[in-house]
């Protein structure tokens, strides 16, 4: 079954070029990574006012997802990222999850 997931993080003011050059150059083995954990449709959307990012995508394999933070190549991209937003104890984004109130198909 899939769901969609929706989220907040919170970039660091005036790293905006470089997270969407991160981005834009995304690792191959993360991009594969998200795809064999069941996520599809993923988009990242910059409030540029606030720095809030939030980010839509759906997932089509619950449980590999809830384990994407035990990979080591997530870890590894939450290094790379860390200096961009605001971040947890392990360097995971500190992300809210926002619960869908409208969808139109």
Known sequence: MMTRKAFKMFLNQGSEAEY???HDEIWPELKD???DSGVADYSIF?????GVLFGVLD???EINYQNLPLH???QKWWDCMKDL???NEDNSPVSIA???VFYLK
């Open 20 to 22: 969407k050059k991160r």
């Open 33 to 35: 990574l998200l795809k």
């Open 46 to 50: 910059l409030d540029e006012e606030t």
């Open 59 to 61: 997932c089509h394999d």
């Open 72 to 74: 080591p190549i997530m």
């Open 85 to 87: 937003m605001q971040t």
């Open 98 to 100: 926002l619960p869908e």
